[in-house]
């Protein structure tokens, strides 16, 4: 059976997967800015809703954004709540820590930096 999704339910995968390739980007150049980085690359639907919006990013963070988009992909709950109040967990806990950490770290950069509508866009 094809699982249908309501009409701007693509539209908001689409600028999740944007917002989270922006803030593991971020974390990225905060965290790990000697690591040897690569171009964004992911086939299927992943890339499909990223894009080359991630830029370069290391192996960890690059792993890390694949896995939380295909997360998001195959979220049932429309409309989506943010993933610490949501009822079913679908994140695997080691993931779940780091993309804490990311959203944490990223959330105080985007402040610091005045980039307010990056985290508008997020939340909104």
Do not use: N, W
């Not at 974390?27 to 894009?51: L, N, W």
């Not at 109040?85 to 780091?98: G, I």
Request: glycine share 8%.
């Amino acid at each position: 059976m094809i699982e249908r999704r309501p009409a701007g339910a693509s539209e908001a995968i689409r600028r999740d997967a944007e917002v989270l390739a922006e803030f593991v980007s971020l974390y990225c150049d905060g965290h790990h800015a000697a690591r040897p980085r690569a171009p964004f690359t992911a086939g299927g639907a992943v890339g499909e809703y990223c894009g080359t919006s991630a830029g370069e990013l290391c192996d960890e963070c690059s792993s890390l954004l694949k896995y939380a988009v295909s997360m998001r992909i195959r979220c049932p709950h429309d409309p989506k709540p943010s993933c610490k109040k949501c009822p079913s967990h679908c994140y695997r806990p080691e993931y779940r820590e780091k993309i804490r950490k990311v959203m944490k770290y990223s959330g105080m950069q985007c402040i610091k930096k005045g980039r307010v509508s990056l985290l508008k866009k997020y939340f909104f």
